[in-house]
């Protein structure tokens, strides 16, 4: 069984940064992106980052590619997001991803989902 646990949430001023952390156990050889999703209050959830296997990373916009580090350490089954210059419309919860999607964005196309830990950004 595949599990995924995020942690790294937290509160920060608009402006800080926060580092969110995802592992993954279980069987893992069925994925072959992780991803970072997050949903805001009354809103869907929108894709942030993804990284392949082999490194390569996309951003779902150029706010978030300027902003925000995708990367992975294979040897620990670890996907970290890096945030700096946080903003108040990135507050949302964060959630951790694990698929095979043939649609990177779309969240129905991942098959293994985290808790979620929430990433607040005040004014």
């Known amino acids: 069984q595949v599990q995924l646990v995020e942690s790294g949430g937290g509160s920060v001023q608009a402006g800080g940064s926060l580092r969110l952390s995802c592992t993954i156990s279980?069987?893992?050889?069925?994925?072959?992106?992780m991803g970072w999703f997050r949903q805001a209050p009354g809103k869907e959830r929108e894709g942030v980052a993804i990284i392949y296997r082999d490194g390569s990373t996309l951003y779902s916009s150029l706010s978030v590619k300027g902003r925000f580090t995708i990367s992975q350490d294979n040897a620990k089954n670890t996907v970290t997001l890096q945030m700096n210059s946080l903003k108040p419309e990135d507050t949302a919860m964060y959630y951790c991803a694990a698929g095979s999607p043939s649609r990177i964005w779309t969240p129905s196309n991942y098959a293994y989902w985290g808790q979620g830990t929430q990433v607040t950004v005040s004014s």
């Open positions: 279980g069987y893992t050889y069925n994925h072959n992106v």
